[in-house]
């Protein structure tokens, strides 16, 4: 085969098409195809004769068609210099075999859309690379598996496929022989000097290069199109002001109603208008009062009826149920319960104060015995009912003690010898494991200071009134208690007080002249200094109680004061209340010996004896003997001001202050004695009797007044103290203490807490009937008294008239 | 003044006027009346000056506000009584082109 090298322009096809494939062929410039094919291009009509159309018999994948040399050398004999094949006409004369290989070149990678294959080696590896691509996968696959022989490659004989040719024509080499010159010069003309001269590069053609500017036109290019980034930002602007800086001022303004003068009012009140007017008027208003008379609108009848109702359903359990029971086996042995107090402020403690069960005499012969165990109240907590929470040791019984209403930390105990002392709790009461606190009292009076029987009442004054030393009762500023009374069957009646003496110096100093140039006619004296310390306290003032009819002096043994700040409430906000000299009264009740029970009412106050200057106690206003044996209690009403209470002996009484007849009510004597007794701190017509015999009366005065409503046993002695306690609207508690010296804590049932409606109403009319009754009986009495004197004195007149016929 | 002349200056409508409201104010429970003018200006009282200072003021305002709540529903109706209940009285109110009357009262317990 001959390296040729082919002709830019391979095909001699007519018409268009040559057009085309010169350009296409002219593109690929004829190289870089194999020697051993040869690209052509075949009209369709050869197409069609030799069955290789274009994408119908022969395609992409199929792109092989063998062509027998007879049917092409025919081809090319009947169409000579018109057949596709005729530039080929030797290659394929010369052609080994029979059979020719034409390729479809779809993709015209040799530049044609046919190539034929000229040798039959190509034909071979055109036909078989698959194959030999196979065969040669096989081959690998064998040596995998059998891992026996690696067939190593022998060398083979160099198979040129025309990159010699490639070779060739980068290479350099000469393509001529190489020319040689030789140049000469005469040798005088070495050496020679030299003569510059100068010549107008004017002159000749081409004498100068010239650079001349010129505008370069890319400076004065319009840029007509720019990319730029364009970012907007908030329009911002600072700018101040000033403005005129005024003072604040404070200013007020004062205002006053509107209002007419008398005259102007007289002109209103006398004209025509104002008359029509009311007269109009009038009618209205009058129906709408009597509206109002006859019915309320407004009431609610469902809801009252439902009260009355609940109270049916509970009927089923009216008894006090024990709720808790207090005893101490170490302290409270042997010993009796003198006096109950609820702490004010602290849920769930209640103090007791606990004495010795020994008669005078006992007393004395055990004296020393006394000595060593010390008298002592009792904190119980809720929580522990086994130890007590605290104790507070006295130096002797006391039998009765008060926590002051403003501060509950101060207790003030009355003691058997007349003492009075003062424990401070100022720590709180707090859980104790083991030992159970022992708080020592801050300060007790001097004996002979203090009353010479055992103190059996003690009160503190309300926290808005102050005694002064005359007995003038004074406005408190302060609103604390500062000043308590006391009361011992030695026939006095003490006002103390607690507040250190400074206070009262000044006053002292005031009165100083007063008082010294007066000596007192009361037995005691007036004190003139004391001093707020252990065992120099002082009392106030003394009282003593002169009888009203016969001479000598009542013993008191309990004590209760008319609190008079609630009752008179103004419009203004409480603000100033200065009492009168005689709102502070009193109502004692005294044994005058051991058998009659006494009640006194008094009001005290020093007065000045004008004679002499002396000061000494009024004389009781009233007294009453209602009682047959000791009057126990003295208590006014919660809920009513001038409504007291007075057990004594087989009977209560209660009184209505101001009512001087007589007791309003007075039960029938009952079997056992009656030791003490106490309101009920929710319902005003419920109070509660102890007895000796360990049980407690209930008495409903709405129910019946004959007997009372509910009786029950607590405990197998006398009962020594009942105080009721009101924890929370659901939880009502009484206190009561035995003579075995055991606290029993009972719940009130709902019946018994809580009032029906219209209560007090229905009590406050039931108490002014009875009074009304008292006034009746006294004026029959009264009239009857007279009725008989008319009667004697008639039935005398006619003796006498008989006589003297 | 008027003695001299030999007859009494006090003209009849002040006693009618006053026996008015001495009836109104036997009723049971009334607790005081008050006439005032259509400014709030208080002319007669039965009460305490600044009760009643206080109850001219208030009640002027709440009497005109319940007025125009009248009068803006149907132009031509008129208020002619009101009465404030509350849990303690009852404040009934006439009012009047020139004057109010004003009556408080303590409805039966």
Not at chain 1, 281 to 286: C, G, K, L, P, T
Not at chain 1, 764 to 786: C, G, H
Request: aromatic share 8%.
């Amino acid at each position: 085969m001959s390296t040729k090298r082919p002709k830019s322009t391979t095909t001699t096809s007519k018409g268009k098409d040559k057009k085309a494939d010169e350009s296409s062929a002219g593109s690929v410039a004829g190289s870089g195809h194999p020697n051993d094919i040869l690209p052509l291009t075949l009209t369709s009509a050869t197409q069609e004769l030799f069955g290789c159309r274009c994408d119908e018999d022969v395609t992409g994948d199929n792109p092989y068609k063998i062509l027998r040399k007879e049917d092409i050398v025919q081809d090319m004999r009947m169409r000579a210099a018109v057949s596709d094949f005729s530039p080929m006409k030797q290659l394929v004369l010369d052609y080994p075999e029979d059979e020719l290989l034409l390729v479809y070149d779809r993709d015209f990678i040799y530049g044609s859309s046919f190539y034929l294959v000229l040798t039959a080696d190509a034909k071979e590896r055109h036909l078989k690379p698959v194959v030999a691509l196979g065969v040669e996968v096989a081959l690998e696959r064998e040596p995998s598996e059998v891992f026996a022989t690696q067939k190593t490659s022998e060398p083979q004989p160099w198979i040129s496929l025309g990159s010699e040719q490639e070779i060739e024509e980068e290479s350099v080499t000469d393509s001529r022989p190489r020319l040689k010159y030789r140049i000469s010069r005469v040798r005088r003309e070495f050496g020679a000097p030299i003569f510059f001269s100068d010549r107008n590069a004017m002159e000749t053609k081409d004498g100068f290069i010239e650079c001349t500017p010129y505008q370069d036109k890319n400076f004065s290019l319009k840029q007509m199109e720019r990319h730029t980034g364009v970012q907007t930002i908030p329009n911002l602007k600072s700018s101040s002001t000033q403005t005129q800086w005024t003072y604040p001022r404070s200013m007020c303004t004062q205002y006053e109603p509107r209002e007419f003068s008398e005259e102007k009012k007289e002109n209103c009140l006398q004209s025509e208008k104002l008359k029509n007017f009311v007269n109009s008027v009038a009618s209205r208003f009058e129906m709408a009062i009597q509206q109002n008379e006859i019915m309320d609108v407004f009431f609610d009848d469902w809801k009252a009826l439902s009260e009355e109702d609940s109270g049916y359903g509970r009927k089923a359990d009216p008894h006090l149920k024990e709720y808790q029971s207090f005893t101490d086996l170490h302290f409270s042995k042997e010993k009796t319960i003198s006096n109950i107090n609820w702490h004010p402020t602290i849920n769930g403690v209640i103090a007791v104060a606990v004495t010795e069960r020994l008669s005078f005499e006992d007393r004395i012969n055990g004296s020393t015995k006394l000595l060593l165990n010390p008298s002592l109240i009792l904190f119980w907590s809720f929580s522990d009912p086994i130890n007590p929470q605290l104790l507070l040791e006295c130096p002797d019984d006391v039998f009765s003690f008060e926590f002051c209403p403003s501060d509950p930390n101060i207790i003030v105990g009355g003691c058997m010898n007349g003492q009075v002392l003062t424990p401070s709790l100022s720590l709180s009461l707090s859980f104790s494991l083991n030992e159970t606190p022992v708080v020592r009292y801050c300060a007790v009076s001097g004996i002979e200071n203090g009353h010479k029987a055992p103190i059996t009442d003690i009160q503190w004054l309300p926290g808005t009134f102050e005694v002064s030393r005359m007995g003038v009762p004074m406005e408190n500023k302060n609103g604390i208690c500062v000043q308590i009374v006391t009361c011992a069957p030695d026939c006095c009646v003490m006002f103390w007080d607690i507040r250190a003496p400074r206070v009262l110096q000044t006053m002292a100093d005031q009165r100083k002249q007063k008082v010294e140039e007066k000596p007192l006619e009361n037995p005691h004296g007036v004190p003139n200094t004391f001093k707020h310390l252990d065992l120099t306290w002082k009392p106030l003032i003394r009282v003593s109680l002169p009888k009203i009819d016969t001479s000598g002096e009542y013993s008191p043994l309990k004590i209760s004061l008319r609190d008079n700040t609630c009752d008179n409430h103004t419009g203004s906000n409480a603000g100033e209340y200065l009492p009168s000299s005689s709102t502070l009264q009193l109502v004692l009740s005294t044994t005058f010996c051991p058998q009659d029970g006494e009640l006194v009412y008094t009001d005290w106050k020093l007065e000045k004896d004008n004679d002499s200057g002396r000061l000494f106690s009024a004389k009781p206003s009233h007294r009453f003997i209602i009682h047959d044996g000791q009057v126990n209690t003295v208590r006014r009403s919660p809920f009513f001001k001038d409504i007291i209470l007075t057990v004594g002996g087989w009977t209560f009484a209660i009184w209505k202050e101001g009512v001087t007849n007589g007791p309003i009510i007075q039960s029938s004597c009952s079997q056992k004695k009656c030791t003490v007794g106490y309101w009920s701190q929710s319902r005003p017509a419920v109070l509660f009797i102890g007895k000796e015999d360990g049980n407690i009366d209930v008495w409903d005065l709405l129910e019946k007044t004959h007997e009372p409503s509910q009786t029950q046993n607590i405990t197998a002695t006398q009962i020594t103290c009942i105080k009721p306690w009101i924890v929370s609207s659901k939880q009502h508690l009484l206190a009561v203490s035995d003579h075995l010296g055991t606290l029993h804590i009972l719940e009130i049932p709902w019946t018994l807490r809580s009032p029906s409606s219209n209560e007090k109403l229905s009590m406050s009319k039931y108490f002014e009937k009875e009074v009304d009754r008292l006034v009746y009986f006294e004026k029959r009495r009264e009239m009857r008294a007279k009725e008989k004197k008319d009667y004697e004195a008639e039935e005398l007149r006619k003796k006498t008239v008989r006589y003297s016929i | 003044i008027a003695t001299f002349l030999g007859r009494k200056l006090q003209p009849r409508p002040q006693n009618e006027v006053e026996e008015t409201l001495k009836r109104i104010q036997g009723q049971k429970g009334v607790q005081g009346i008050i006439i005032v003018n259509a400014e709030g200006i208080p002319i007669k009282t039965t009460l305490d000056n600044s009760s009643t200072v206080q109850y001219a003021g208030l009640i002027h305002q709440l009497v005109m506000k319940a007025r125009s709540t009248v009068r803006d529903i149907d132009p031509q109706n008129d208020l002619t009584f009101l009465r404030v209940r509350s849990k303690k009285n009852e404040i009934m109110i006439a009012p009047d082109k020139d004057y109010f009357l004003i009556v408080i009262q303590n409805p039966s317990d």
